[in-house]
């Protein structure tokens, strides 16, 4: 079984444990990801005058624009290849107290858009030489450790709701609010949609973190126990920097 892992923390709202109970999986904004440089192209407009500010700034502004289209159009979801780097446990499983799922590589695939792996560059690429879609999956070389694979959800028609830009909005928490133009009216509008998506995905595997705590423990393996799913407990490989996975 071809298998994609998603490393999880538990706070205290217990999202990820509720969302692994309801075999769930979050779909987010580039916007409220931890690498600023998401989403981030490389234009060069004026190859003559690399160096001025004027065409500097104008290249700023789309690739600014164009990070925007892409925070509008579309949610992410983040997994990768491995469930024993000890790296994405302390980042992603807030120091090993969480949890990490298994997911088929074939149901993500389902219900993405599209589901494909980073590609990892030392700069940006071109904008004009890729869509949209082909700049989510390309990351810093700095974060080659991740082996990170991403499904995107590109929203449609019914996702997203135009806004006059003269009327506010109170929902800022759950909503994600974009500015935007109108290209058929040429009026300024605002874009809002659900800054997170979810979509139904049956866990296949659970791994607990190597310093997941007693109560955290005993909720999730009865989680997985109702779902019929195997669960493994981390534990470090004797005098060695590895893990390894016991079962329960």
Known sequence: MDLLFKYYSID????????????VVVYNSLFTFNDPFEGIG???YNEDQPNNDFWEAVESNIVLNKKNELISNYRIFCCTEHFDNALMWAHYANRHTGFCVGYKKEDIENISTKLQKVTYSSQPHDIEAKSDESILFIKSNEWEYENEWRGIYKLVDGDITHLDSNVGNSDYKNKLHIPHIDHETNKPEILESEIRIMKNCPPQIVYLGLRIGLGDKEQIIDICRNLNIPTYQMKQIHNSFSLKAESI
């Open 12 to 23: 205290e709202r217990r999202y990820s444990v509720s969302n692994l109970y309801k075999s």
């Open 42 to 44: 490389r234009v060069i």
